[in-house]
């Protein structure tokens, strides 16, 4: 019985790259020279440090460029509120998403069960297992995943016949 799951994954070791990347490049610009700006990652959260509010929203042009390069979607970042940190810096914290959340998997298996389709999807754990018939039946259904308004970037992977 042909399947395939649907995922949200980060590659790690691209968001790794991106962040060298775009701490050689706040080293070398002008408009950064003396400043205290830097960004770490730590498992699956980056901290942003900047010394005010223009070099914060600088920092995070940059982060999304650097990603989209390396092909990671900016969408799986999780921007948290900005506050206030030591030195008159201000301090963000930027967590990766990795997998589907039970609400967002539960609304991509209604969507399919609703569109009255030959196919059945199955929440299992962090992703979404679709199982049909026919390999058009899946196809479809992945054009119709495609469709929804998910803020979530999502990956078919385990496409068998």
Known sequence: MPSFDIVSRTDMAEVKNALNAMTKEIEQ?????????????KEDSMTILADDDMKLRQMHDLLKVHLTRRKVEAGSLEMKTAEKASGNTIRQVVTIRQGIDQDVAKKISKVIKDSKMKVQASIQGDEVRVNGKKRDDLQQAM??????KIDL?????NFRD
């Open 153 to 157: 970037p999502l990956q078919f992977i």
């Open 143 to 148: 054009d119709l995943v495609k469709g929804i």
């Open 29 to 41: 610009r002008f408009d950064f020279k003396g400043s205290n700006c830097s960004i770490e990652l």
